[in-house]
């Protein structure tokens, strides 16, 4: 089992432009959650999708928004990019139930220019 | 809204020393605690769970509701605890969703 799978690893992209991060979660969990982690920051919550829906969503403004397949692998969408939203994007899938147990995955590190 | 506290950013120690990594948090609710771990060049996984009341590498955690605090203690540190330790929180019924603490990186010396 490769765990949680996110791409691409690192990406780089300037002010204004979108960009699409996806994650593929562990084998038999069908919840994903997203954090973004600024640089010496502990991982912020974004979203979280369950059964291809927005389940909760975090203090972050409507640039970000994201998708989850029938296949519960998720991606998430960040328009409109500002300089502040260069850190490591992190996903994490668990059971629907799984008592907060999260699984992460290795990030995705945007850079914007 | 809820929050965790970590206040220090780096904690070092000499190998077989005790550790206490310290983890304060404010939520008017029954919160459930966790420490999550990132060693050098690996993911974040999870240490420990205040629910299970287990003792993971040796690390233990009380979750002292009068304190609001749930300090994560080592009595012998080892070289191989050197990492990055965040300690985090779920609302009562908060589906997975997780608050974070800014995180403590612990060094252990020879």
């Known amino acids: 089992d490769a765990g949680v799978t996110q791409s691409p690893t690192h990406l780089i992209k300037t002010r204004g432009q979108q960009v699409t991060l996806r994650c593929s979660p562990k084998s038999g969990h069908d919840t994903v959650s997203w954090y973004q982690q600024a640089l010496g920051q502990g991982p912020q919550f974004i979203f979280q999708?369950?059964?291809?829906?927005?389940?909760q969503r975090g203090n972050f403004p409507d640039r970000f928004s994201g998708h989850q397949f029938p296949n519960y692998s998720s991606e998430l969408n960040v328009n409109a990019l500002l300089l502040g939203d260069s850190a490591l994007y992190l996903c994490?899938?668990?059971?629907?139930?799984?008592?907060?147990?999260?699984?992460f995955g290795a990030g995705s590190r945007l850079t914007v220019l | 809204a809820q929050r965790v506290t970590q206040p220090e950013k780096l904690l070092s120690v000499f190998k077989g020393a005790p550790v206490e990594l310290k983890c304060n948090y404010s939520y008017s609710g029954s919160p459930e605690l966790f420490w999550y771990v990132q060693y050098s060049r690996q993911r974040l996984q999870l240490l420990l769970r205040?629910?299970s009341r287990e003792s993971i590498k040796g690390f233990t955690a009380d979750l002292n509701k009068g304190e609001t605090s749930f300090h994560l203690k080592k009595p012998f540190a080892q070289e191989e605890d050197s990492a990055m330790y965040y300690c985090?929180?779920?609302?009562?019924?908060?589906?997975?969703?997780?608050?974070f603490g800014t995180g403590t990186q612990l060094k252990v010396e020879l």
């Open positions: 994490a899938s668990s059971f629907p139930s799984g008592a907060n147990v999260l699984t």
């Open positions: 985090a929180l779920s609302e009562t019924g908060g589906g997975n969703k997780l608050t």
């Open positions: 999708y369950y059964e291809e829906e927005e389940r």
């Open positions: 205040h629910i």
